[in-house]
């Protein structure tokens, strides 16, 4: 299974890095809808004729660069809010995890449409309103991890041994929340790349550039005539999807053999 | 009695903190409604006198107050389009959008309950490795492509189900359907996970031991405390149900309070834009104190807690 998720996250890459270098996408009204195995392209057109490897070769680009941006701007402001909320303790502990409650508490894709629909959309606005609601699950994991940690004898060691507050941060709790971390951004990876094309789906996306979102909203407008423009950008949302997911699961079973998971065998 | 009303008494103050922060959130972004609304070569007059309007040119913990009253005596403002009350567009469309989020409830329960409860007790069986094959792609195959690929099956290649419309049954089939597959597949995971850890646990291997077969086990012992997980989690993923009908409703162009918010964000309509996200949170909040309150019907420690 990890094989198969393998290759389709490498695909992804690759499929990623070959839009940076491919020339814009050419209107060919001749072609318009033209199904799958057409000399001009080999994948379909869409409605303006132009190829659909190409589109989805730079909403896979889209996909990976909101993805990244969330997982990194989330993860780094939820680990930091998390551990240092259990170290420091007291009022700013209180307020963080009071705040991290609260956001629990809404479903995220909706106060995400409410941002972009102020904000107006684009790449940067997906990511910022993703993340708003999207630390909150590193900080309750990153929480909890620290003052588990907090108690370990290794640490206490180092407390003892008179090292500062911030080495035993740096040096001993970060690199142990390293692996629960992981596990969660590969989750959280997934679900981003579902928020993005449900938010460029839902007309939201960054109008400049293709994401399988759009190419998808785009097809289901067509889906009599062009049924393949509806059915390959979703095959390949679910199929980048189903591998962070299976990714996920794996990585959940390598940290931590104790837990089953849906993807393993039960012990 | 006294931790019903605590509950109760934090549900209100969750849904209150809720409502100041979607308020405050959708004033302290960077980006300009009006500029948004009137495009960037409107008078400069003209700006101004619909930032009055909307009131937006008034101090931001005024506004905030304002909102509070209004919400109070049930106001949430006025259509900037329509030119009609939020709370009556919301009341003709919330109709729909119930129908569309029970049904879709109803058709997770049906399919994770059975497969959830098999692949949990009889792990390694064949509903286990149908349940976690199923439990995986549910989970992975976003609802508007699911949408689409089922009105492409089952009502355009045969049509079995009608393309669109809302007011019959049969059309509540395949917005369902596409609602509920999600949550299915989050309920069997869980479901599972849950009853194979119950499995484990002495008092069902004591009673087992003392001669009980194993589907009596499984009702009389086991069954409860393998719930309360499922249950807690459940309440949770109502947020996740409701954001998903926003798009499910979309798609099959289903007139409820989701299609209103998209609806209103393209026009740029911003009062009900808030309206929708206020309710659908509010809803939220109450869907989870009743989760909380059953929950202590399921579990009878919560209520000593």
């Known amino acids: 299974m990890i094989r198969v998720a393998s290759v389709i996250l490498g695909a992804w890459v690759a499929l990623a890095l070959v839009a940076l270098a491919w020339p814009d996408a050419v209107v060919n009204l001749d072609q318009a809808l033209a199904l799958p195995g057409s000399p001009h392209c080999p994948f379909g057109c869409d409605a303006l004729g132009r190829p659909l490897g190409r589109l989805i070769a730079e909403g896979a680009l889209t996909a990976l660069i909101i993805g990244t941006g969330t997982v990194l701007l989330a993860g780094t402001a939820g680990v930091v809010l998390g551990a240092g909320a259990a170290l420091v303790g007291g009022w700013l502990e209180q307020v963080v995890m009071r705040i991290t409650d609260v956001l629990l508490a809404f479903p995220g894709i909706l106060l995400a449409i409410a941002i972009t629909a102020v904000a107006g959309p684009g790449r940067m606005t997906i990511i910022v309103a993703l993340s708003i609601t999207g630390w909150t699950g590193y900080a309750r994991l990153a929480r909890g991890e620290t003052l588990r940690l907090r108690e370990s004898a290794f640490v206490e060691a180092a407390r003892v041994a008179g090292a500062p507050r911030a080495a035993i941060l740096y040096r001993h709790i970060l690199p142990n929340l390293l692996a629960p971390v992981t596990v969660q951004a590969t989750f959280a990876f997934a679900g981003a790349v579902i928020a993005e094309s449900s938010l460029s789906f839902l007309g939201l996306g960054d109008p400049t550039a293709a994401s399988w979102g759009s190419l998808l909203a785009e097809g289901v407008r067509h889906l009599r005539a062009a049924p393949h423009l509806s059915v390959i950008p979703g095959l390949v949302i679910s199929a980048v999807v189903l591998a962070l997911n299976l990714a996920g699961d794996a990585l959940t079973e390598r940290f931590d053999p104790r837990r089953e998971t849906a993807a393993g065998q039960p012990g | 009695m006294r931790w019903l009303i605590a509950r109760l008494l934090s549900g209100v103050m969750a849904a209150f903190v809720a409502f100041a922060l979607v308020f405050s959130l959708l004033r302290l972004i960077p980006g300009d409604p009006v500029e948004l609304m009137l495009g960037e070569q409107a008078q400069p007059a003209a700006m101004e006198r619909m930032r009055a309007h909307l009131g ?10 304002g909102a509070f009253a209004g919400l109070m005596r049930g106001d949430l403002g006025t259509s900037l389009t329509s030119h009609q009350p939020v709370s009556r567009l919301i009341a003709v469309r919330i109709g729909p959008t119930a129908a569309l989020a029970a049904s879709a409830m109803a058709v997770a329960l049906l399919i994770a309950w059975p497969i959830g409860l098999r692949a949990g007790w009889w792990p390694g069986s064949r509903a286990d490795r149908a349940g976690r094959v199923f439990a995986t792609l549910g989970i992975s195959i976003p609802n508007f492509w699911l949408g689409p690929v089922l009105l492409l099956v089952f009502a355009v290649t045969w049509p079995v189900f009608p393309l669109g419309g809302y007011r019959s049954y049969s059309a509540l089939v395949l917005p369902a359907v596409t609602l509920g597959t999600a949550l299915a597949a989050m ?24 001669g009980l077969d194993a589907r009596q086990v499984l009702w009389r012992h086991a069954l409860r405390p393998a719930l309360s997980p499922v249950w807690t989690v459940f309440g949770l993923q109502v947020g996740a149900l409701l954001s998903g009908a926003v798009i499910t409703e979309t798609v099959f162009q289903w007139p409820g309070v989701g299609r209103l918010l998209i609806d209103a964000v393209r026009a740029r309509d911003y009062p009900v834009v808030q309206g929708v996200v206020v309710l659908l949170t509010g809803i939220y909040v109450v869907v989870n104190v009743v989760i909380d309150i059953g929950y202590a019907i399921i579990d009878p420690r919560v209520r000593s807690r």
């Open chain 2, 187 to 210: 309920l069997t995971r869980l479901l599972r996970a849950s009853l194979f850890d119950v499995r484990q646990q002495t008092f069902v291997v004591a009673a087992r031991a003392r």
């Open chain 2, 56 to 65: 937006l040119d008034r101090p931001w913990s005024e506004q905030l107050a």
